[in-house]
């Protein structure tokens, strides 16, 4: 009776310790993987091949540049939901070339 418990007990122990192993393995590959792909970056940045992405990444991490763009991009956009008349008379000037269209345009605004 003792031995129909101590096998399954046993089995289940076992397959614990195996999983164990297993998961301190693959921790072990994955530092071993970290620190290869480390030093591929160390050996990139002393020979150089490495540093323009990097001073370029540097570069950009505090450009206003991209959202001075977007803002400018999109200020005709978010105009013509808040004042559709003005936005659209804004556009309209850019079609008349004479000065008494511009005067006609100017007296609807």
């Known amino acids: 009776m003792l031995n129909l418990l101590i096998g ?3 089995q289940l122990a076992s397959t614990w310790l195996e999983g164990k192993v297993e ?3 693959a921790n072990a590959k994955a530092q071993v993987a ?3 792909s480390r030093a591929v970056i160390a050996e990139k ?3 150089g091949d490495i540093d323009w992405e ?3 990444i540097d570069a950009t991490a505090s450009s206003w540049k ?4 977007l803002i400018a991009l999109l200020a005709p956009a978010m105009g013509a939901f808040i004042w ?3 936005v659209q008379a804004g556009f ?3 079609e008349y070339r004479t000065a008494a269209d511009l005067a006609l345009i100017e007296a609807h605004i």
């Open 66 to 69: 991209d959202e001075v763009a």
């Open 34 to 36: 970290e620190a290869q």
């Open 45 to 47: 940045v002393a020979t």
């Open 54 to 56: 990097k001073s370029a």
């Open 23 to 25: 998961k301190t393995k």
């Open 92 to 94: 309209d000037i850019t």
């Open 84 to 86: 559709p008349e003005k």
């Open 8 to 10: 399954p007990v046993s």
